[in-house]
């Protein structure tokens, strides 16, 4: 899916794909982001033939949502997350947009009778929590009187809580993009982030699913209940536009963010000057 792809990109933070240099670091050139490069990140490989993702509405949205996306707005998203995880202060305003993005999704699951939400709110996905916590750490206790949505993220809650009133069915597209996203990709993005920022003890309790035992399980299960909802063809194609639409919202919120280019480079040569620092370590161990 596309809103998750962009993590992919860690892999390519491994010093071998980008190859040595005589001094063991990454230089500007190699570590430059092309297009290319972004939309090969965000490409997300076919579903296996037998698996969940293979056919109905699941299949509709991992197709849907990747072809239309260009490779600008596939760019846009990957550096939006590193500039997101350049400097803590650039984070905790990422976390603040993502604590009000679920506090108004979780608000209207909660007060939707929709059969097709209900099916897909399960527990185990609740970010509202963890997004609390996190809030806390970088905030303080007292956060709900000081901190704010941003206009991007005033815009994106305006969003769900126009077609939690409207359109119920839409809220699956914002189930999908965001928790599975989340649950695809949420360990390494977190890990990024805590190695990026130095983070020790806190403050990324959002990329924790402790109720989820096996992601890829969970989220087979998931898709199977997807198609197995009883919608019309064209509220599932409004459901697929919907979820195009949070993908640029989400790009919206990560354009706000603090920074800019140098933002961006900053935090890939943070990551892989530590990636080479820990082989150099692992060698180190295995040699004595």
Not at 108 to 128: G, Q
Request: proline residues 3%; charged residues 25%; contains cysteine.
């Amino acid at each position: 899916m596309q809103v998750v792809a962009a993590l992919l990109l860690a892999l390519c933070l491994d010093v071998g794909a980008f190859g040595p240099t005589p001094s063991g670091f990454a230089t500007r050139t190699t570590l430059r982001l092309t297009e290319e490069q972004a939309s090969q990140v965000m490409e997300v490989k076919t579903a296996k033939q037998e698996s969940a993702r293979s056919t109905g509405l699941a299949l509709a949205l991992d197709d849907g949502t990747r072809k239309s996306h260009s490779v600008a707005e596939n760019t846009q998203f990957v550096t939006g997350f590193f500039k997101g995880i350049s400097t803590r202060s650039s984070f905790s305003q990422l976390v603040a947009s993502l604590y009000f993005v679920y506090e108004a999704m979780e608000d209207e699951f909660d007060k939707s009778t929709h059969p097709a939400v209900k099916s897909l709110d399960y527990p185990e996905l609740r970010r509202a929590g963890s997004l609390d916590r996190d809030m806390s750490f970088y905030f303080g206790p007292s956060y709900a009187s000081t901190v704010t949505p941003s206009p991007a993220t005033a815009a994106y809650v305006s969003r769900i809580r126009g077609v939690a009133a409207t359109e119920p069915h839409l809220l699956v597209a914002h189930m999908y993009t965001r928790y599975l996203g989340d649950l695809f990709g949420g360990q390494m993005m977190g890990g990024m982030a805590s190695r990026s920022l130095g983070l020790d003890g806190g403050g990324i309790d959002f990329y924790d699913f402790p109720d989820i035992a096996d992601n890829k399980a969970f989220i087979e299960a998931w898709y199977e209940k997807l198609n197995s909802l009883d919608l019309s063809d064209s509220e599932k194609q409004a459901i697929v536009d919907e979820g195009n639409l949070v993908f640029s919202l989400n790009i919206d919120v990560f354009n706000e963010l603090e920074g800019g280019k140098r933002a961006v480079f900053k935090s890939l040569l943070r990551l892989v000057g530590r990636s080479v620092k820990s082989r150099f370590s692992r060698k180190k161990i295995e040699v004595s």
